[in-house]
């Protein structure tokens, strides 16, 4: 029986059996189920800088936890290894009480823990999952982050937020043009920003790509409307590297950072410069 995905906006439509755009959602039985549940591709412990988050906790560390599969199909992907992989990719089981546990037990050593940071492919992809981790990571009195590209329908959204404490969402570019190249929606993503930072610490993070999203013009616009929602959410501007399918373009000119982030700088009050 055919079953309709209704976590993004893709609204997946799929033969039972049949695998998603995002490589991590099948149907089985005639339901919609998470393919990537409880499958970790990586596993580490970051300065919660790192994911990046500047003004929650700074100082701290945070196990971070990946999985596979995007929504998106960013040609500049810095993760496409995992991002793009599918369930063929080699794994390991980590069930949600497994990964609290491990969390539990960093965050009485020495170097201490904050919690779970779910990071490097697309978490929301995997939505069960970080749903069921992040209510026994809260239960156990850790914080739970989210590094995400903010590509979500606003029901599960609204349903998955009480349970997190912290997100770092892209804000890819400020054009509905770039979002077509991604294979996103521009609308969706600023929803998800305006939701997000009503209920939890949010931070945003934009790549600058040479010669696609990296307009004065452009960065004012998405400053600006950052700013209307709150000036103090804090903006990570950062350095692409040649990655994936643009291999042959040159890692951001750190002059542009620096450009950028003066304009920036006129609309809100906490702006980095990333991967510099
Ligand atoms: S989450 Fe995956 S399966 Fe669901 S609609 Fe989006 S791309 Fe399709």
């Given amino acids: 029986m055919k079953a309709v995905c209704s976590l993004c906006p893709h609204h997946c439509a799929l033969e039972e059996g049949q695998t998603g755009l995002c490589r991590a959602r099948t149907n089985r039985d005639g339901k919609i189920v998470c393919s990537s549940y409880g499958r970790v591709t990586a596993l580490a412990v970051d300065p919660v800088e790192k994911k990046p988050l500047r003004r929650f906790y700074p100082g701290s560390r945070i196990l971070s936890v990946g999985s596979f599969g995007c929504n998106l199909r960013c040609p500049f992907c810095q ?44 978490p929301l992809v995997g939505y069960e999952y970080v749903r069921d981790c992040c209510a026994l990571i809260r239960r156990a009195g850790m914080k739970t982050v989210l590094v995400t ?52 610490h949010v931070e945003v993070t934009t790549l600058i790509v040479p010669g696609r999203n990296d307009s004065e013009e452009e960065m004012r616009a998405e400053a600006s409307w950052l700013a209307s929602v709150s000036p103090e959410i804090p903006l990570h501007i950062t350095r692409s590297f040649p990655r994936y399918r ?17 304009e920036a700088r006129k609309n809100l009050r906490y702006v980095y410069a990333g991967n510099c």
């Fill in 79 to 122: 993760n496409s290894e995992i991002s793009m992989a599918d369930s063929g990719t080699r794994t390991i089981e980590l069930s949600p009480n497994q990964l609290t546990a491990k969390a539990a037990e960093l965050s009485q050593s020495t170097l201490g823990n904050l919690g779970v940071a779910f990071t490097y492919n697309e």
């Fill in 149 to 200: 590209n903010g590509f979500i329908c606003e029901e599960p959204l609204r349903k998955l937020l009480p349970l997190v404490d912290a997100m770092n969402i892209d804000l890819k570019g400020f054009t509905q043009r770039y979002y077509e190249w991604l294979g996103g929606d521009l609308e969706t993503v600023k929803r998800t920003i305006e939701i997000a930072a009503a209920q939890c």
């Fill in 246 to 262: 643009v291999q042959e373009e040159a890692p951001t000119p750190l002059a542009t950072i620096d450009r950028l982030c003066a």
